[in-house]
Structure formats: structure tokens, C-alpha cells
T-cell receptor, first 113, second 112 residues
Framework: AQSVTQPDIHITVSEGASLELRCNYS??????LFWYVQSPGQGLQLLLK??????LVQGIKGFEAEFKRSQSSFNLRKPSVHWSDAAEYFC???????????FGAGTTVTVRA | DVKVTQSSRYLVKRTGEKVFLECVQD?????MFWYRQDPGLGLRLIYF???????EKGDIPEGYSVSREKKERFSLILESASTNQTSMYLC???????????FGQGTRLTVV
């Protein structure tokens, strides 16, 4: 069963506008959470990760994500999108009890000029 | 830098063939994973391993098997390839406890 859900399949955003990508996880304990990005024809690159502590985590390329236990969410945000942010974004969770690393179905981001 | 190497970038195989996809990592990672990536479905976990000779089924293990005889190598085996196994296959590895995974470049397998 899918333990990570990304509700948005595709998002289109104007360059310079803000971006928020949603991610929900299902796991009794707090999992380790990640956001990865995959540009066309490229491999997966880690944007940021949450293990514990401060619920707002900063990543590379100006991205940040906020862990909200009450909503089982780990949404990714960027205040001002650049054309180079057009890519597919994947949320992932790692369960420490069985070592399983699961991914969501991904959200494709299109940036319009 | 961590390096995860998949033996082939592109493979074309015939229906019914036995196919081996190889993955090697050079950072002494305990955990290794095999995924397939299909449009609209994201990365689906096929098998994973948290130690040598250990293997666990992921979400879609049917039609696949794995082998981990050495810590650095994790092989995915398609016992009898079928056209619905045409996909991009991604291997990943991570240290025990940290769980940040590093990915190979992927193998695009076409079964004809």
C-alpha cells in the first residue's frame, strides 16, 4: 500500500510566483521524510530531508518544507520560482522499523514565462 | 561522493528472456533498493535489502527476484521478461540509520 500521497499530479506556475507542493504520509510513528527532484532525463537529486527537531527545514535551490504531525504532511515550498525549477518532484518516506523507502507518484511542475 | 552505478543505461530484451540488472555502490551502504518508474505512477518499490543475503519484498515484487551476495552489489532479476516490465529501473542505496538514499542513473529496459 502506498504510504506517501502527492495529491497534485501537475502544477503550472508563473515564473517568479510562489510554489507549494503537497505531500501526505501514513505511518504510526514519525518517518524520515524527503523531497527529491528529477529534471528531464536526469537522475533524482535530494532537495531536503526531515529526521527530527525543527519542523521547518531548508534545502537546496531555495526550497523549504514544513513537517506537520497533526496533518501528516510535509509540504514543499519555494517563494519565487525560476524557469529551471520545471521538473518532477517526489516526496518520500523511510520507515525505520522495516527499512522501507517509499515514494509518492510525483508532481510535475511547469513554469510559464 | 557516493556513487551508485547501474551496469546499463539502455537494454532491449525479448519476451521470455531472463534479465539481470546490476547495481553497485561504493560507499559501504547497508541498505539497497530497486524501483521501477513509470509515468503517473512515480517510483514503486520492487525489492530492498538491509544487509548481505537479506531481502524484503516491496510493493510490486511479482515477476522479479533479487540477489545480494556482497554488500556492494544488488542484482534485480526478471525471471521471464514480459512486455509489461518495460520501464525505467532505478537502484538506490543508503546507510543504515540515516536513510538518505542515493540513486543510480537508471536502466531503461524495453521488452519486445
Amino acid at each position: 500500500a502506498q504510504s506517501v500521497t502527492q495529491p497534485d499530479i501537475h502544477i503550472t506556475v508563473s515564473e517568479g510566483a510562489s510554489l507549494e507542493l503537497r505531500c501526505n504520509y501514513s505511518y504510526g510513528a514519525t518517518p524520515y521524510l524527503f523531497w527529491y527532484v528529477q529534471s528531464p532525463g536526469q537522475g533524482l537529486q535530494l532537495l531536503l530531508k526531515y529526521f527530527s527537531g525543527d519542523t521547518l527545514v531548508q534545502g537546496i535551490k531555495g526550497f523549504e518544507a514544513e513537517f506537520k504531525r497533526s496533518q501528516s504532511s510535509f509540504n514543499l515550498r519555494k517563494p519565487s520560482v525560476h524557469w529551471s525549477d520545471a521538473a518532477e518532484y517526489f516526496c518520500a518516506s523511510f520507515r525505520s522499523n522495516d527499512y522501507k523507502l517509499s515514494f509518492g507518484a510525483g508532481t510535475t511542475v511547469t513554469v510559464r514565462a | 561522493d557516493v556513487k551508485v552505478t547501474q551496469s546499463s543505461r539502455y537494454l532491449v530484451k525479448r519476451t521470455g528472456e531472463k534479465v539481470f540488472l546490476e547495481c553497485v555502490q561504493d560507499m559501504d551502504h547497508e541498505n539497497m533498493f530497486w524501483y521501477r518508474q513509470d509515468p503517473g505512477l512515480g517510483l514503486r518499490l520492487i525489492y530492498f535489502s538491509y544487509d548481505v543475503k537479506m531481502k524484503e519484498k516491496g510493493d510490486i515484487p511479482e515477476g522479479y527476484s533479487v540477489s545480494r551476495e556482497k554488500k556492494e552489489r544488488f542484482s534485480l532479476i526478471l525471471e521471464s521478461a514480459s512486455t509489461n516490465q518495460t520501464s525505467m529501473y532505478l537502484c538506490a542505496s543508503s546507510l543504515a540509520g540515516t536513510s538518505e538514499a542515493f540513486f543510480g542513473q537508471g536502466t531503461r529496459l524495453t521488452v519486445v
